[in-house]
């Protein structure tokens, strides 16, 4: 197959280096290969004898009437020059888009294909239990149990349930305080009874347990102080339950669970926050257990301050090690927000790297921040220099009136002479800002530029927003 590869004469080298070894011609077009013109590409083409063209994926040309014209059909290939390499040498399988750059693309099928993966994966698994559908134990993934803690004061219970669940959580756990009462726990359950998903009561007095078990799949948790008093009725109402070491070990209080005619265990051998025993506890976690393991990874996340993704992806792989078929996780603090998300897809990684030796090149990943190959572009060219200086002089203010910029609901709002301009994404809501005519000046058009990059960036990174402040 011969390949056309229009570029420009900044990266003409590293499309050069990409293409050696296939047949394809590599062909400057100018300095900038994104400013390929319909026009040249035809006369490329016409030049030579064709399969295909791989374009630069920053072109925004249509190449329609060329494609109709020549026959020869025009993809987007890679944004950046580096990542070209990678998509030749997979177009025996690859198929190329005319509207996606090709990098966007091979992460868009490699990631369809990882989920489709999961699911063979999950259909194919192995249980322990079946809590309202939800696979535990066996060879099936690690599910994730997100915490709500003293729900009996949440404000929105329902929405926060369903919306944990919408992140990524199989099982929701409702979490009550001391100062709850029966009647706190028979109203929260009574309001998300509703709710499809598996949910669990998070609390180890008796009292509370017995007001829940109506709903209640699952109790965190028992141990040889409750067991005596509840264990009966957990055992009666077929509900699930994570048994913990107490004044007693583990394996005792597994037993007093069994003696109870609790059905379904879950055995938590208590994780330890760093600092305060996490390797020591690991050592505790047994090689083999007779019942699914619980992973307490939530107090660690919390008691840490360190970002969330790569601790989460960390304590899923410890989990994986363990045996653990539960982990748990919350988001009980600003910092944590987004945990929930995070550790499906942790454990989703988990499940993909059973039969390789690492949780890497899986189609998923937890890098948020960071890349995984830094892409390296061809030195700027220029014959002069000025440098860049504070600006001197009075700030002068828009005749057309100041904006001010904030979030609301994931999603960027502009207000200017009471009125607001609203939108997921910093480019529309400027071009409609320009539209309106309420701005006159350039330097303000570039200050609001900076501020609404800056308001999209906070949402996609769950930051809060100030304006005129750092990001």
Avoid at 171 to 180: K, P, Q, R
Avoid at 265 to 287: H, K, M, R, T, W
Avoid at 316 to 345: L, P
Avoid at 360 to 386: A, F, N
Wanted: hydrophobic share 40%; glycine share 8%; net charge negative.
């Amino acid at each position: 197959m011969r390949i056309l590869l229009p570029t420009g004469a900044a990266t003409y080298e590293a499309v050069r280096k990409a293409a050696a070894g296939h047949d394809a011609d590599v062909v400057v077009t100018g300095e900038i290969a994104s400013f390929l013109t319909p026009e040249t590409l035809r006369r490329l083409i016409q030049q030579g004898d064709y399969d295909m063209v791989i374009v630069s994926g920053m072109v925004t040309a249509s190449f329609q009437p060329v494609e109709e014209e020549t026959g020869i059909p025009v993809y987007l290939g890679p944004r950046h020059a580096a990542d070209l390499g990678r998509v030749l040498s997979s177009l025996d399988t690859l198929p190329l888009s005319r509207s996606v750059p090709a990098d966007e693309f091979i992460t868009s099928v490699k990631r369809e294909e990882a989920c489709r993966k999961l699911d063979e994966l999950e259909q194919g698994a192995s249980y322990d239990y079946c809590i309202r559908g939800v696979r535990i134990g066996g060879t099936s993934r690690i599910k994730v149990l997100a915490e709500i803690m003293d729900a009996h004061r949440h404000e929105h219970l329902e929405a926060a349930v369903r919306d944990a669940f919408r992140s990524g959580a199989d099982i929701v756990d409702l979490g009550f305080g001391f100062d709850a009462t029966p009647g706190d726990v028979t109203r929260c359950f009574s309001l998300v009874a509703e709710v499809p998903g598996p949910l669990a009561i998070d609390t180890q007095d008796p009292v509370l347990i017995a007001a829940g078990l109506f709903r209640a799949d699952l109790v965190l948790s028992l141990h040889d102080g409750n067991i005596p008093v509840i264990g009966r009725a957990v055992a009666d109402a077929g509900t699930a339950a994570v048994v913990v070491p107490c004044l007693k070990s583990l394996e005792e209080n597994l037993c007093l669970a069994e003696e109870a005619g609790i059905s379904c265990i879950i055995a938590d051998p208590l994780l330890q926050p760093v600092g305060s025993g996490l390797v020591g506890s690991l050592a505790a976690f047994p090689e083999r257990c007779r019942y699914p393991v619980f992973f307490g990874a939530g107090n660690v996340v919390e008691l840490l301050d360190a970002d969330s993704p790569g601790t989460n992806a960390l304590l899923a792989g410890m989990a994986k090690e363990t045996g653990a078929s539960i982990i748990f996780t919350s988001e009980h603090s600003d910092k944590t927000k987004g945990s929930v998300r995070e550790m499906r897809t942790a454990t989703e990684m988990m499940a993909l790297a059973a039969d390789r030796p690492y949780p890497k090149d899986l189609g998923i990943d937890l890098l948020i921040l960071k890349e995984k190959r830094r892409r390296r572009e061809p030195p700027l060219s220029y014959q002069s220099l000025d440098c860049a200086r504070p600006p001197e002089g009075e700030l002068h203010y828009d005749p057309k009136g100041n904006f001010r910029i904030g979030i609301e609901d994931d999603q960027i709002v502009a207000v200017i002479n009471g009125r607001a301009v609203k939108g997921r994404s910093w480019i529309d809501v400027f071009h409609l800002i320009l539209n309106n005519g309420d701005v006159s000046l350039l330097d303000h058009a570039a200050y609001l530029g900076k501020e609404l990059y800056k308001a999209e960036l906070a949402i996609r990174f769950s930051r809060s927003y100030e304006q005129d402040g750092d990001f």
